[in-house]
C-alpha cells in the first residue's frame, strides 16, 4: 500500500470525540442533541435549587437564632415582623394567629354556656386543638419543603432516563453500522469499528449528563431534608413558647 493511499484512509476513520460526534449518523446525532438539551435542563435545575436553598437555609436559620434567645412571646412576634420573610416566620404568624383565633372562639363559648359575659380569664386551647396546631404546623412545613423542592423531581427523572437515552443512540447507531456493513460486504474490524464507535458516543454522552443529575439530586434532597428537620425543630420550639407564655 502506498504512502498517499495508507493516510487517504487514516483520514477517514475518526479518531477525536468531535470526528465521531460529526461522523455519526443522522439518529444518533439528534439523540445527542436531545442529551445536551437535558443536560442544560439539569444544570439550570442545580443551579436554581442551590441559590433557592441558600437563601432559606441562610434567613430561617438566623431568625431561629434569634428566636430561641427570645424570652417572651412578644419579642418573637416583633422580631418575626421585622426579620425577611421566610418558612419559619410563616410558620410562626400562623401559630400565633391559630392561638389568638382559638382563645377568642373558647372565650366566646364560655360566655354563652356561662349566660355570665364578665367572665374574663383568658380561655385556654383544649388538647385537641393543641393537636390541631401541630398537624396545622407540619402542613405549612411540608407546603414549603415542596415547594423548594418543585423542581427535584426534574433531577431524578434526567438522572434515570438519560442512561436511557443514550442506549437507544447506541442501538440505532448498531444497527446502522451493521446494515452499512451488509450493504458493502465488508465484515472487518476495520469497517465494524467505527461504526460502534460512533454509536456508543451515545452511551458516553448519556452518562456525563446522568451523573451530575444524580448526585446533584442526591445532594440536594439532603439538603432540603435537613431544612425540613429544622422547620419541624421550630414547629416544636414556638409551641414550648406558647405554652411557657400560657396561651396554651
Known sequence: MTLPLALQIRGAVPTTPIELITGATTLTKIVLVVLALLSLLSWAVMFALWRELSRAQRTSLRFFRDFERANRLDE????????????????????????????????????????????????????????????????????ERDRLGRFLPWLATIGSVSPLIGLLGTVLGIIDAFIGIATRGSGNLSAVAPGVAEALIATAAALVVAIPATFGYNIFAGRLNRFDGMMESFGTATIALLVREGQI
Request: no cysteine.
Open 76 to 143: 418573637a412576634g416583633a422580631l418575626a415582623k421585622v426579620t425577611a420573610p421566610n418558612a419559619l416566620t410563616r410558620l410562626f404568624m400562623r401559630a400565633a394567629h391559630f392561638v389568638s383565633d382559638t382563645r377568642v372562639r373558647n372565650q366566646q363559648t364560655r360566655e354563652r354556656e356561662s349566660g355570665d359575659v364578665a367572665l374574663r380569664a383568658p380561655a385556654s386551647l383544649t388538647g385537641s386543638q393543641i393537636e390541631t396546631l401541630h398537624l396545622l404546623l407540619e402542613t405549612d412545613a411540608s407546603a
